[in-house]
């Protein structure tokens, strides 16, 4: 699976959007973009996914780079419960499953 | 749908005693199913991951095992327990189609 690289951390203002980042310049072809978010000590909890194109669900949209080197994950509205550790990961059908450091996000007031 | 059941939730442990952690499945057939470990503030490890019964792939060789002995029935052991293995282990799926990943809830594990 392509590795992932997400700022370490990072503040957004409450009612604000928030824009969570994400490389991964060496994603292949049939590999998806996957956002998990984890909230202190309870399971990691899906966000949405992707291939090529953008999406969108009742939680966040995903933009995807034409090249898809990159991608965006868009909180609209943040609140404080959006606080949390966000992860970006990529990967195929294949077995392995590795999660990288993820991106501790906190809405500030 | 698919759901993820492990126990114990919490568990303390001595230094040097055995360890068995169980994770098992509803909902689904022929998951991959993973382990991770996640120190306090840290990410989550990979620990193994099995893509059927019998099959285990280890990512981290040290003390701990893993074990599948049925489709839906993943299980982290260990013979003997040392302080750093605490943290909170979570036991994770991945259905047929690739395209759906699950978390349980996880097991907080306290090595005393």
């Known amino acids: 699976d392509a590795k992932t690289t997400q700022p370490p951390s990072m503040d957004c203002a409450e009612g604000r959007a928030a824009n969570l980042p994400c490389n991964h310049s060496?994603?292949?072809?049939?590999?998806?973009v996957y956002w998990y978010r984890q909230i202190h000590s309870q399971g990691p909890q899906y966000i949405i996914h992707g291939l090529k194109n953008n999406e969108t669900n009742e939680m966040a949209s995903l933009i995807i780079t034409e090249d898809r080197k990159s991608s965006t994950l868009i909180l609209p509205h943040a609140t404080l419960r959006d606080t949390a550790v966000y992860y970006c990961?990529?990967?195929?059908?294949?077995?392995?499953?590795?999660f990288g450091k993820g991106n501790q996000v906190v809405v500030i007031p | 749908s698919q759901t993820i059941h492990q126990w114990p939730a919490t568990l303390v442990q001595p230094v040097g005693s055995p360890l068995s952690l169980e994770c098992t499945v509803e909902?689904?057939?022929?998951?991959?199913l993973y382990w991770y470990r996640q120190a306090a503030g840290r990410g989550l490890q990979l620990l193994f991951y099995?893509?059927?019964?019998?099959?285990i792939s280890s990512e981290v060789p040290q003390n701990l095992s893993a074990s599948r002995p049925q489709d839906r029935q993943f299980i982290l052991s260990s013979k003997k327990l040392l302080l750093s293995d605490s943290g909170f282990y979570l036991c994770?799926?991945?259905?047929?189609?690739?395209?759906?990943?699950?978390f349980g809830e996880g097991s907080w594990l306290t090595v005393v």
């Open positions: 909902g689904t057939s022929n998951p991959n």
């Open positions: 060496t994603i292949s072809g049939n590999e998806y």
């Open positions: 990961i990529v990967t195929s059908g294949n077995n392995r499953l590795a």
């Open positions: 099995s893509v059927g019964i019998g099959q």
């Open positions: 994770a799926l991945r259905t047929i189609s690739g395209n759906t990943i699950y």
